[in-house]
Antibody, heavy 113, light 115 residues
Framework: EVQLVESGGGLVQPGGSLRLSCTAS????????MNWVRQAPGKGLEWVSYISSSGNTIYYADSLKGRFTISRDNAKNSVYLQMGSLRAEDTAVYYC??????WGQGTLVTVSS | QAVMTQPASLSASPGASVSLTCTLRSGINVGTYRIYWYQQKPGSPPQYLLR?????????GSGVPSRFSGSKDASANAGILLISGLQSEDEADYYCMIWYASASVFGGGTKLTVL
């Protein structure tokens, strides 16, 4: 069974940083591209970032303007999202996804003073 | 102008068939893209339903009933999610998505109410 478990969310002050993790199980992690998607309270889905199975290809949403960094460790079956210069509008549930087919339960990030 | 547009809400009766549309912006040809469809219920992550590019390039999500199907309306430049035999459990938000210009783009979502 495919499982994706996000962690690392929480309350952070504006301008702060946070690192999200997503640990995968139930499949050969190194064979799959991964994504991060977020959803602000009461809003729709917004794609954040993509990383290829090898980690060699990475894309980000233009709106992030270089504040976020995606990475992965295939030996640890994990993908990460390093978030910096956080703003109130980054407040959202962050989901990691195996390609476009499976999503974790999400982790809530709240940016507030 | 948004890359894709979905109606904000839709309602239908149990047993009916309903078409949810995802209209691509002028200049973005729907025929070129795989359109992904997701269902999301309150407090839950999105669930992959299916993707559709053409009758020869389509995929149903694992365990997704066949009453969910995809198609396109080229004249309207839109992707369509057809739900037949509507059930109360189908009440949810539905999102379309495409991979466009090295980015994933989601539509704004349609809230489907089963009356």
């Amino acid at each position: 069974e495919v499982q994706l478990v996000e962690s690392g969310g929480g309350l952070v002050q504006p301008g702060g940083s946070l690192r999200l993790s997503c640990t995968a199980s139930g499949f050969t992690f190194s064979n799959y591209d991964m994504n991060w998607v977020r959803q602000a309270p009461g809003k729709g889905l917004e794609w954040v970032s993509y990383i290829s199975s090898s980690g060699n290809t990475i894309y980000y949403a233009d709106s992030l303007k270089g504040r976020f960094t995606i990475s992965r460790d295939n030996a640890k079956n994990s993908v990460y999202l390093q978030m910096g210069s956080l703003r109130a509008e980054d407040t959202a549930v962050y989901y990691c996804g195996r390609e476009w087919h499976y999503w974790g339960q999400g982790t809530l990030v709240t940016v507030s003073s | 102008q948004a890359v894709m547009t979905q109606p904000a809400s839709l309602s239908a009766s149990p047993g009916a068939s309903v078409s949810l549309t995802c209209t691509l912006r002028s200049g973005i040809n729907v025929g070129t893209y795989r359109i992904y469809w997701y269902q999301q219920k309150p407090g839950s992550p999105p669930q992959y339903l299916l993707r559709y590019k053409s009758d020869s390039d389509k995929q149903q999500g694992s365990g997704v009933p066949s009453r969910f199907s995809g198609s396109k309306d080229a004249s309207a430049n839109a992707g369509i999610l057809l739900i037949s035999g509507l059930q109360s459990e189908d009440e949810a938000d539905y999102y379309c998505m495409i991979w466009y210009a090295s980015a994933s783009v989601f539509g704004g979502g349609t809230k489907l109410t089963v009356l």
